[in-house]
């Protein structure tokens, strides 16, 4: 069973930074045949997709809300994926998942829906304040 565990998230101050890990483990799992994604939830609001990259590293998409200011990568030397947040906003304040799924496809049109991931981290909590 695929294992994915978050870490990075904090406390920020408005226009600051952080950076999200996701680390993966699991017996006979090969972190390259899976897409990763980044989910956030806020209290009150429906789990909703951030960003997501393909098996390769090669596809990447984005929420609009996001776009310019977070970069996915992953490194499929160290089964980890990486959440680059920049010019952080009140609004993102979130608990933030990171979640995966195994596929081949090489385009990522279909990896910001929560329900086509399955596996999930328990997540980390990233505030935005002053």
């Known amino acids: 069973q695929l294992q994915l565990v978050e870490s990075g998230g904090g406390l920020v101050q408005p226009g600051g930074s952080l950076r999200l890990s996701c680390a993966t483990s699991g017996s006979g799992f090969l972190f390259d045949d899976y897409a990763v994604g980044w989910f956030r939830q806020a209290p009150g609001k429906e789990r909703e997709g951030v960003a997501c990259i393909s098996f390769s590293g090669r596809s990447t998409n984005y929420a609009d809300s996001v776009k310019g200011r977070f970069t996915i990568t992953r490194d499929n030397v160290k089964n980890t994926a990486y959440l680059h947040m920049n010019s952080l906003k009140p609004e993102d304040t979130a608990t933030y998942y990171c979640?995966?799924?195994?596929?081949?496809?090489?385009?990522?049109?279909?990896?910001?829906?929560?329900?086509?991931?399955?596996?999930w981290g328990k997540g980390t909590l990233v505030t935005v304040s002053s």
């Open positions: 979640a995966a799924a195994p596929n081949a496809r090489s385009d990522t049109d279909w990896c910001l829906r929560p329900i086509a991931m399955d596996s």
